[in-house]
């Protein structure tokens, strides 16, 4: 009874990432005013066009957007060995001014130091998440400062919120009750994760002191033990599953 209950959780899951893929990409107030088309053409490749799609932000200011090559195809391969929808496995980058930007509804930025967003950028990315997007941003470890000042010109009238333990966020899939894992030690501060919220929908997810990223990331490259990457490969999962069913 239980697995069958659980195979019927993960049905209407996989139906609602497909419906929320596919209408994101093709919707038309976005894909034909913007020009969108797919990073890939799916016939030559054989994507399936209702996959889960992740792209990570190739984002200016000198940053390393770049960091931890292996964290998005271990993460993808994570959540494919681990629900029953599927998952385009191939790593994606993107930058806000490409045309294709509205393919992906998951964005992932991560890296140390200065993120900026251009006047462009900034008014591009705000109708990107005010229309159903979604940015996960993965504070890698030096990025605090700045990152908050950039949120604060990106949505100048809305508030960074801290989110209580008892959001959705952290029970979209696998419970965290005590709110984000603490995967790697900084500067002996707590895991917290912020957020940007429009129309109740966490847009924009930031979390700060726990560094999920690195978690994700081969193991031979933090030496992070099993429990620890288990932890950071779980609470992806439940952003990915929050960002797409919400």
């Not at 806000?96 to 993120?115: C, D, Q, S, V």
């Not at 560094?211 to 990915?240: C, F, Q, S, T, Y």
């Amino acid at each position: 009874m239980v697995k069958t209950m659980k195979n019927i959780c993960l049905f209407t899951i996989f139906l609602c990432v497909s419906i929320v893929s596919i209408a994101f990409a093709q919707s038309t107030d976005l894909s034909r005013i913007f020009g969108n088309s797919p990073v890939r053409i799916e016939e030559e490749n054989n994507v399936n066009p209702s996959a889960v799609s992740v792209a990570r932000l190739h984002y200016s200011g000198g940053g390393d957007w770049y960091w931890g090559s292996s964290a998005i195809p271990n993460f993808l391969k994570y959540v494919r060995d681990n629900s029953n929808f599927p998952v385009d496995t191939i790593e994606n980058t993107v930058q806000i001014k490409e045309n294709n930007l509205f393919r992906y509804p998951f964005l992932f930025a991560t890296g140390h130091g200065i993120i900026k967003f251009s006047a462009d950028e900034q008014e591009r990315l705000r109708n990107y998440l005010d229309n159903g997007g979604f940015l996960f941003v993965n504070d890698s470890y030096g990025m605090d400062k700045n990152l908050r000042n950039e949120i604060a010109a990106l949505f100048p009238e809305r508030e960074l919120v801290e989110l209580p333990f008892d959001h959705n966020i952290y029970h979209s899939y696998y419970d965290f009750p005590n709110g984000p894992p603490k995967i790697h030690e900084h500067d002996n501060k707590p895991p917290q994760g912020y957020a940007i919220i429009i129309d109740g929908r966490v847009a924009l997810y930031y979390l700060y002191e726990s560094d999920i990223g690195d978690g994700w990331e081969d193991p031979a490259v933090h030496n992070d033990p099993p429990e620890k990457r288990e932890a950071a490969l779980k609470m992806g999962m439940n952003i990915l599953v929050y960002a797409l069913t919400n």
